[in-house]
């Protein structure tokens, strides 16, 4: 009866460490430029604030390779220092009533402060626009302004996924 009890502890302890090692390791695998994340937030007086920054940026300098839509889906893909996890999306939180909508989003560090990576890296940050804009708005009828926040540079995004550069 003292080995069945013992063989039993055996087991739960073994069962328990393989749960928390699986449990754990999967958070890790988190494949970069998932959009949980990524840091996306509305919020109208930092995005005013990064705009105005980046005529004055002291950071590092990153590129704004492509924009794509797929659907609801916006997918911008950027070329600079630090992992995917250095970056945000801010959404100014303003929808213009033209033919089409038009709203802006910048791209920014979200870790300035920190030391940024030497190493530079490309990767995708995918925005669902459905999600940012509610229900009541169908992404497939605005135009998205991308604003880089490292660098005075915006393009844009028609419904039909048409990118043109100001």
Same mark, same amino acid.
């Given at each position: 009866?003292?080995?069945? %009890?013992?063989?039993?502890?055996?087991?739960?302890?073994?069962?328990?460490?393989?749960?928390?090692?699986?449990?754990?390791?999967? %958070?890790?695998?988190?494949?970069?430029?998932?959009?949980?994340?990524?840091?996306?937030?509305?919020?109208?007086?930092?995005?005013?604030?990064?705009?105005?920054?980046?005529?004055?940026?002291?950071?590092?300098?990153?590129?704004?390779?492509?924009?794509?839509?797929?659907?609801?889906?916006?997918?911008?893909?950027?070329?600079?220092?630090?992992?995917?996890?250095?970056? %945000?999306?801010?959404?100014?939180?303003?929808?213009?009533?033209?033919?089409?909508?038009?709203?802006?989003?910048?791209?920014?560090?979200?870790?300035?402060?920190?030391?940024?990576?030497?190493?530079?890296?490309?990767?995708?940050?995918?925005?669902?626009?459905?999600?940012?804009?509610?229900?009541?708005?169908?992404? %497939?009828?605005?135009?998205?302004?991308?604003?880089?926040?490292?660098?005075?540079?915006?393009?844009?995004?028609?419904?039909?996924?048409?990118?043109?550069?100001?």
């Amino acid at each position: 009866m003292k080995n069945i %009890k013992t063989i039993a502890k055996g087991l739960f302890l073994l069962a328990t460490a393989t749960f928390l090692l699986f449990a754990c390791s999967d %958070k890790d695998a988190a494949p970069l430029g998932d959009p949980k994340e990524l840091l996306v937030q509305t919020n109208a007086e930092e995005f005013a604030r990064l705009i105005a920054a980046r005529e004055k940026h002291e950071g590092s300098i990153f590129e704004i390779k492509a924009l794509k839509r797929e659907g609801n889906i916006l997918k911008v893909t950027v070329e600079g220092p630090g992992g995917v996890d250095n970056y %945000k999306v801010v959404w100014s939180g303003i929808l213009l009533e033209s033919y089409p909508m038009q709203t802006g989003i910048v791209v920014a560090y979200s870790r300035l402060g920190e030391v940024q990576h030497e190493a530079i890296m490309t990767h995708e940050l995918t925005i669902d626009l459905q999600e940012l804009f509610g229900p009541n708005i169908d992404p %497939k009828d605005v135009t998205v302004n991308v604003s880089n926040g490292s660098q005075p540079i915006d393009s844009s995004i028609d419904p039909n996924g048409t990118v043109s550069s100001k």
